[in-house]
């Protein structure tokens, strides 16, 4: 059997987790040993399972880093699934090849964009190399227009990772997510207002 790597991706509250267990218990059906991971620093609902937040869960095993996969993982595994795979670091990408070099159906799920709309780490480049991408929508909480942003209410802390729920994020289209980064980024319509007089007169 060919090895593959499938990504489900999208903001928060899309239904990543819970498309991820869809898809293990659809191989657990099909009787293929399945091992499912996550990383350490998730720990929202429980340390060892894969919980979404329609409170769906599976047994996971957590580890610290890409490498503690490899050293877990079983010859008769035929799925490897991980959630939360935004967190790991490069060596995530290595590790993910080498399980689907040797014939496994690698499925990861994981946000495509952090809370500034940058791809999450590693992100642009898994999906680059993936052999399947599913990149699903959550609700915008302002309009309830699809969403594929991911908003984060306080800028108070602007660390990457904030790992929180539903206190701290938010699910917004493009309409309504106004994340600016830098107030003079040339691309800010208020500054093309102010440099470029005729664009104010047109919009
Ligand atoms: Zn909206």
Do not use: P, T, W
């Given at each position: 059997m060919n090895g593959s790597i499938e990504v489900i991706c999208g903001p928060m509250f899309s239904g990543k987790t819970e498309e991820l267990i869809r898809r293990v218990r659809r191989a657990q059906i099909a009787r293929q040993q399945v091992q499912i991971f996550k990383p350490k620093i998730d720990n929202r609902y429980h340390e060892t399972h894969v919980v979404s937040h329609s409170a769906q869960e599976i047994p996971s095993t957590p580890v610290k880093d890409s490498l503690e996969i490899l050293e877990k993982i079983y010859d008769t595994t035929r799925v490897v699934?991980?959630?939360?795979?935004?967190?790991?670091?490069?060596?995530?990408?290595?590790?993910?090849?080498?399980?689907?070099?040797r014939?496994?159906?690698?499925?990861?799920?994981?946000?495509?964009?952090?809370?500034a709309s940058k791809p999450f780490g590693i992100m642009g480049e898994l999906l680059a190399v993936a052999d399947q991408v599913t990149k699903i929508q959550a609700i915008c909480t302002v309009c309830g227009e699809p969403a594929t942003k991911t908003y984060r209410k306080s800028?108070?802390?602007?660390?990457?990772?904030?790992?929180?729920?539903?206190?701290l994020y938010e699910a917004r289209c493009r309409a309504h997510y106004d994340f600016v980064e830098n107030k003079d980024d040339l691309l800010s319509f208020n500054v093309l207002k102010s440099i470029r007089p005729e664009y104010e007169a047109k919009n």
């Open positions: 699934a991980i959630d939360e795979v935004q967190f790991f670091d490069a060596s995530i990408l290595k590790v993910l090849d080498k399980l689907a070099r014939g496994m159906r690698v499925i990861c799920a994981g946000l495509d964009q952090d809370y800028l108070e802390n602007s660390d990457q990772i904030l790992v929180g729920e539903k206190d």
